[in-house]
Nanobody, 125 residues
């Protein structure tokens, strides 16, 4: 069973930046794609970004393309989400995510099955 621990959330003004981190343990990190999702109050969980095992391939949700960047450091078992030009509508709890199996390495959001406890990001206008 994988354990995912997010950090780096907080309060930021619109136009600002934050970097989220997610430390993973419990299995060989470099074998698995990783992802980020978010959930705002009263809304369904939304896909934010995913990254391949090597970090070469990425996939982003439409609402964050061009503003957010996902990356990973396999030596540190950590995945990051750099968030720039933040908007009030980015306010949500952000969750790190991992798939149940290695599979084909697809970055399909539907593959993700394990979640961290989440970190709150609040963007003020």
């Amino acid at each position: 069973q994988v354990e995912l621990v997010e950090s780096g959330g907080g309060l930021v003004q619109a136009g600002g930046s934050l970097r989220l981190s997610c430390a993973a343990s419990g299995r060989t990190f470099s074998w698995y794609v990783m992802g980020w999702f978010r959930q705002a109050p009263g809304k369904e969980r939304e896909f934010v970004a995913a990254i391949s095992t090597s970090g070469v391939s990425t996939n982003y949700g439409e609402s964050v393309k061009g503003r957010f960047t996902i990356s990973r450091d396999n030596a540190k078992n950590t995945v990051y989400l750099q968030m720039n030009n933040l908007k009030p509508e980015d306010t949500a709890v952000y969750y790190c995510a991992a798939p149940r199996s290695i599979g084909s390495g697809s970055l399909d959001p539907a593959r993700f099955a394990f979640w961290g406890q989440g970190t709150q990001v609040t963007v003020s206008s």
